[in-house]
C-alpha cells in the first residue's frame, strides 16, 4: 500500500459539492449530490457501492466526459492542481484528459476499438498528446506493452482486441492510460470480469506501477475485498451521496453507517443445498472431447489441435451443484456447450439416462425445454425489444406450451418466485437494475420447469450485496424444484456457497474433481491451491505473468 510520501500533501485533486444531473424523458435526475473529495499523489482512494450509487457518474464529471449538455452540474467544483475542469474549455480538458489524467475503463472489450490494433491505439494516444513520430510512439508502445507485462510484446503490436484474453485486453488498456505519464490514474472497475488469478496479476501491476510512478488512484469498485488490500483511503456511496469516508484500516474496522456495514457484511454465505445422495442421474459424460483442428498451408491440412476439453467425464443428480471452476480459456463454457450438444463433440453424453451423443437439433428439440441457460450478462442476455412478459414466456411459446392466458399466468407466477413485482412485466429490461435482470433471466429458464440449469458466470457483472441475494434465490428454486445446477463461475466465493461438487478445469483437462468441502479445505492440486490463493489472499506478492 502507498503512504504519504514527503512533498505529497498537497491534493493534487478536490472536489467540493459536486452534483450531477441528468434531463430524461422530460425529468430531472439526481445522479450525484453534494460529493467533495480529496486525492494527494502517490495515495489510492476507493469510492465503493452498489450500481447506481454515482460512483462512475463521479468519476466521468472529474474529466468531464458525461454526455453534456444532457447531463449538467448545478453546483460544485472540480480543481485539478488549482485548475477548475467545470466549464474549462477545450483546450484544457484536452490536456488533461489521457495525458494528466488516464482513466482504465470496466470493460476492455467494448472500451477498444475492435478495428484497430494494439500498435494503433496505443501509438494515437502518443502522437496526439506528445507529438511522437510513428517511429517513436511504436518505440513507446513496445515500452508500455513491457511495462504492464505483456509477453512477445513485439508480436502484440499487430494483434487486435479479440484476440487477446480478458487479462491482455485489461494490460493493453492500463498501458494506455499510462501512455503519458499521468499523475492520477481512474481504475472503472478493473478486474471486474477477470479470473481470479488474473485479478491478482492486474492489482499487484497497479501497485507496482503507483510505487515506481507515485501516481494517485481513484479507484472504483464494488468488491470490498480489493478495497482492504489496495486502498488508502475509502470513500462510500449511496444514492449519489458520501455516505462514509475515511483511512481504510479505519472504516473496516469500525464501520459507521448502516449502509457501509451491509456491504461489508454482503458476501455469499451458507452452505449449498443437502442433494439426496440416491437422487436421479440428471447428466453425465464419460471422456468427453472438444478440439478445434488447427489448418495451415495451401492445402489447409491439419496440423495440429486445440483441446478445448480433453477427455472430461462427470456426473450431476437432481438437487445437486457441480461447480466448474478454472482460469479463463481453460474449457468451462466450452464443456457447458457440449453438454447441451450446442457444439461438436466426442465421448458419450446422457440427459435424463437416455444417450444424446449422436442425436441431431430436431430430435433433441423436446429434450431442451429440461435443460435451460442463464448467462453472465443479464444486459445483453435480454432483448431490449421484449417486453418483460415476452422474454419470460418466450420458450413457452416456442414450445407450444400452454394457451395465452395460462402463459400469462405462469409468467406472474414465476415473476413472484423470483422476486419481481409480477406489475412490471409489461416494462422493459433498459428500466430493471443489473439484480433484478438476472433475476428475470432466472425466471425465463425456470418457467420451463427444467430438470438442468447451467449458469454460465451468472453473478460476475453483480454487486457483492446482489450476488448473495441471488445466491440465495438459486439455493431457495434448487430446494423448490429439485433442480440440478452446472455453476460455471471464476469467483471461488460464490462457487463455495453453492456447489456440493467441484470440477478444477486447466487447458482443458479436469485437474481435480471430487467433494467442494474436502477441494478447498485440502487441495491436492498446485493450480487449484493457486486458485484458492489468488480468490482469498489478494496481497500475494509473487504473480505470475498472463
Not at 322 to 350: F, I, M, N, Q, Y
Not at 433 to 451: E, K
Not at 531 to 546: C, P, V
Request: overall charge neutral; hydrophobic content about 40%.
Amino acid at each position: 500500500m502507498i503512504g504519504k510520501q514527503e512533498g505529497y500533501d498537497n491534493p493534487l485533486l478536490v472536489v467540493e459539492n459536486l452534483s450531477a444531473y441528468f434531463h430524461s424523458e422530460g425529468e430531472e435526475v439526481e445522479a450525484v449530490k453534494d460529493v467533495s473529495l480529496e486525492l494527494r499523489r502517490g495515495e489510492t482512494l476507493a469510492l465503493v457501492g452498489e450500481s447506481g450509487s454515482g460512483k462512475t457518474v463521479t468519476a466521468l464529471s472529474i474529466i468531464q466526459l458525461l454526455p453534456y449538455p444532457r447531463a449538467y452540474h448545478p453546483g460544485g467544483s472540480i480543481r485539478f492542481r488549482g485548475s477548475e475542469l467545470i466549464g474549462a474549455n477545450r483546450s484544457l480538458l484536452t490536456k488533461v484528459r489521457g495525458d494528466r489524467i488516464g482513466m482504465i475503463f470496466q470493460e476492455p472489450m467494448t472500451s477498444l476499438n475492435p478495428l484497430h490494433t494494439v500498435e494503433k491505439q496505443i501509438s494515437e494516444v502518443l502522437i496526439l498528446h506528445k507529438g511522437l513520430s510513428r517511429a517513436q510512439a511504436r518505440a513507446r508502445t513496445l515500452e508500455l506493452l513491457r511495462k504492464v507485462r505483456i509477453r512477445e510484446p513485439e508480436r502484440r503490436l499487430a494483434s487486435y482486441p479479440h484476440q487477446l484474453s480478458g487479462g491482455q485486453r485489461q494490460r493493453v488498456m492500463i498501458a494506455m492510460a499510462l501512455a503519458n505519464d499521468p499523475v492520477i490514474l481512474i481504475a472503472d472497475e478493473p478486474t471486474t470480469s477477470l479470473d481470479v488469478t488474473i485479478q491478482a496479476q492486474i492489482l499487484g501491476l497497479l501497485k507496482s506501477l503507483q510505487r515506481e510512478m507515485g501516481m494517485a488512484i481513484l479507484l472504483i469498485t464494488h468488491d470490498l475485498g480489493i478495497v482492504e488490500k489496495v486502498a488508502d483511503q475509502v470513500a462510500v456511496m449511496q444514492a449519489g451521496e458520501v455516505v462514509e469516508n475515511g483511512l481504510t484500516r479505519e472504516l473496516f474496522a469500525n464501520p459507521r453507517h448502516p449502509y457501509t456495514r451491509m456491504l461489508l457484511e454482503a458476501e455469499p454465505k451458507g452452505m449449498p443445498v443437502a442433494g439426496q445422495e440416491d437422487a436421479p442421474e440428471v447428466i453425465s459424460c464419460e471422456n468427453l472431447k472438444v478440439w478445434f483442428p488447427v489448418k495451415k498451408g495451401l492445402f489447409r491440412r491439419v496440423v495440429d489441435y486445440i483441446k478445448a476439453v480433453d477427455g472430461i467425464s462427470l456426473r450431476l443428480q437432481a438437487g445437486h451443484t457441480l461447480g466448474v471452476v478454472g482460469e479463463s480459456g481453460s474449457g468451462k463454457t466450452t464443456l457447458a456447450l457440449a453438454l447441451l450438444h450446442l457444439t461438436r463433440s466426442e465421448g458419450v453424453v446422457r440427459f435424463d439416462g437416455n444417450d444424446i451423443s449422436g442425436h441431431d437439433t430436431a430430435s433433441l428439440k423436446k429434450l431442451r425445454r429440461r435443460m435451460q441457460v442463464v448467462f453472465q450478462d443479464p444486459y445483453g442476455s435480454l432483448s431490449p425489444r421484449l417486453s418483460i412478459r415476452e422474454i419470460v414466456e418466450e420458450g413457452l411459446v416456442a414450445h407450444n406450451i400452454g394457451s395465452e392466458q395460462e402463459r400469462e399466468q405462469r409468467v406472474i407466477d414465476i415473476l413472484g418466485e423470483v422476486g419481481i413485482d409480477p406489475d412490471s412485466r409489461n416494462r422493459y429490461p433498459h428500466e430493471f437494475s443489473g439484480g433484478q435482470r438476472q433475476r428475470i433471466a432466472i425466471a425465463r429458464a425456470v418457467i420451463m420447469h427444467p430438470h438442468l440449469v447451467v449458469f454460465d458466470e451468472p453473478t460476475s457483472a453483480l454487486d457483492r450485496s446482489v450476488q448473495a441475494q441471488i445466491i440465495d434465490l438459486l439455493r431457495d428454486l434448487q430446494q423448490k424444484h429439485n433442480l440440478a445446477y452446472l455453476f460455471i463461475s471464476h469467483d471461488l466465493k460464490v462457487v463455495r456457497a453453492v456447489s456440493d461438487y467441484l470440477i478444477v478445469m486447466q487447458d482443458g483437462k479436469a485437474v481435480e474433481q471430487g467433494s467442494s468441502d474436502e477441494i478447498f479445505k485440502v487441495p491436492r492440486q498446485a493450480y487449484t491451491r493457486k486458485l484458492i490463493k489468488a480468490a482469498f489472499d489478494l496481497e500475494a506478492e509473487e504473480l505470475a505473468d498472463d
